[in-house]
């Protein structure tokens, strides 16, 4: 494609806005012209109303075909969100009780010292089982029945409840888990079922059908500068070997010696040049990390963003969507519950949803202050550390996606809100791509600010 064709389409926008939310739309713009946006979509869904459906850019750079109204991309950590709506829709029916055991419903759980860990805690971060004890083969995360064998096997990495760590991939195996043994129905087939089906989505899927795959966008992960360490310390990040997965729990378990190691390792990276919170994550030695990262301009092509992975159903990182189909799954949540006389939850499900229950300055994993409800995220105020806050609604709660992206319900606001792009900035939390356009989003519906590190419920 000609130079001139390429920008040209980069910087189109298509779609619908309300001439209400036309500051949505200039920092929609913004993106593309200023902050490196390459393909990407965006919906506000307000009474369960649309009033902003933009798309724009580029969905594949390797042959600029451009982004359309029904392009879809993998959403990563958007995910969690949907399979966590599975999980609490059985939660309000009474099938799935969130002060139970686990092993009530998944017997096998009950291994390697899990058998008292409460079905709150898997769903709230703070089970322990942040990661898995054994190395991930390539392609195993795509292997839903190997990923739950192996977490059925693991020891959580700390006293479950003591503290919460971001449970990145596993959340989704532990929750997906739990709404399969209840319900008879992978996670994926439930949410087909009981959610995008009803709600008449097409545009959000845990596990694509084959016949939808030409409408993926090609996903481009960031890069980060990883330098060469001494062999010394190359044996001890090797997460197949047994010095590893000691220092792995030792690091779990003690914050000092996690900044021990930070020190350590700080001793040979440029940490100018990287994200705090990847340091921490280096510090905690995060042995699926590793194990996917190897090259981060390797792992998420070849892992994530294969016809073979969007087939598979990974409940906290494969979903594929776009801004539209995560606000159309969130506009129930935002709406009571119901919409256009589709349940999904009752009131007190809701309540249930946006209730903070794992509120923490430092999380075990990330190594920045997180807030997690029943599977879904709050805010996330890190103020000074780049790329590494999410500023919602006080009654909000959604969940972020890797690279950016980002879907939300706001009760306060009656307000669904989706964002999904293929070039990823760093880190699980937002940047000023998706960041702006929820601001402006609350800047015009009226919120009194956001200066106490969310965004103010509307005055009387």
């Not at 992206?405 to 792009?421: E, H, I, K």
Request: aromatic share 8%; glycine share 10%; charged share 20%.
């Amino acid at each position: 494609m000609a130079p001139e064709n390429f920008m040209e389409r980069l910087h189109t926008v298509d779609g619908s806005c309300d001439p209400r939310f036309a500051r949505v739309r200039e920092e929609f713009e913004r993106n593309f012209a200023e902050r490196g946006e390459l393909g990407a979509s965006v919906c506000v869904i307000v009474d369960g109303e649309p009033v902003v459906d933009l798309w724009g850019g580029i969905a594949d750079e390797r042959d600029g075909r451009p982004w359309q109204r029904d392009t879809m991309n993998v959403v990563m950590s958007c995910s969690k969100g949907l399979t966590a709506i599975c999980g609490n829709m059985l939660i309000d029916r009474g099938e799935l009780d969130p002060d139970a055991p686990v092993a009530r419903y998944w017997p096998e759980f009950a291994q390697a010292g899990k058998a008292d860990i409460p079905v709150r805690m898997v769903f709230n971060h703070q089970s322990g089982v942040a990661h898995v004890d054994e190395r991930v083969p390539p392609g195993g995360i795509n292997d839903y029945e190997l990923m739950v064998a192996l977490v059925e096997r693991t020891t959580p990495f700390w006293t479950p409840g003591t503290r919460a760590g971001y449970h990145g991939l596993t959340v989704g195996w532990l929750v997906g888990e739990l709404v399969r043994r209840v319900s008879g129905r992978t996670v994926g087939t439930f949410f087909r079922e009981e959610v995008a089906e009803p709600l008449g989505l097409t545009d959000c899927w845990i596990g694509l059908p084959e016949a939808q795959e030409h409408r993926v966008a090609r996903s481009i992960p960031f890069e980060l500068p990883i330098p060469e360490l001494p062999p010394a310390a190359q044996r001890l990040l090797d997460p197949t070997g047994r010095a590893f997965r000691v220092l792995s729990r030792v690091a779990a378990a003690s914050p000092a010696v996690q900044r021990r190691i930070a020190r350590e390792l700080a001793r040979h990276v440029d940490a100018a040049d990287l994200p705090p919170n990847l340091m921490a994550r280096l510090a905690q030695l995060d042995p699926l990390l590793f194990a996917l990262m190897g090259n981060m301009g390797d792992w998420l092509p070849d892992h994530f963003d294969t016809p073979v992975a969007h087939a598979a159903e990974v409940p906290a990182g494969g979903a594929v969507a776009n801004a539209r189909g995560l606000a159309g799954a969130y506009t129930p949540l935002a709406l009571g519950g119901t919409v256009d006389g589709v349940r999904l939850v009752s009131a007190d499900g809701i309540a249930r949803m946006r209730h903070p229950q794992s509120v923490h300055e430092i999380d075990a994993v990330l190594g920045i202050r997180t807030s997690y409800t029943m599977g879904f995220s709050k805010s996330w105020p890190n103020p000074g550390v780049a790329d590494s806050s999410v500023i919602i609604g006080e009654d909000a709660f959604g969940t972020p996606g890797m690279g950016g992206q980002m879907g939300f319900a706001d009760p306060a606001y009656r307000l669904a809100f989706g964002y999904t792009m293929n070039r990823h900035g760093v880190g699980t939390a937002l940047n000023a791509r998706g960041q702006s356009l929820i601001d402006a989003t609350y800047e015009i519906l009226g919120s009194r600010g956001r200066k106490l590190g969310f965004w103010a419920r509307p005055s009387s």
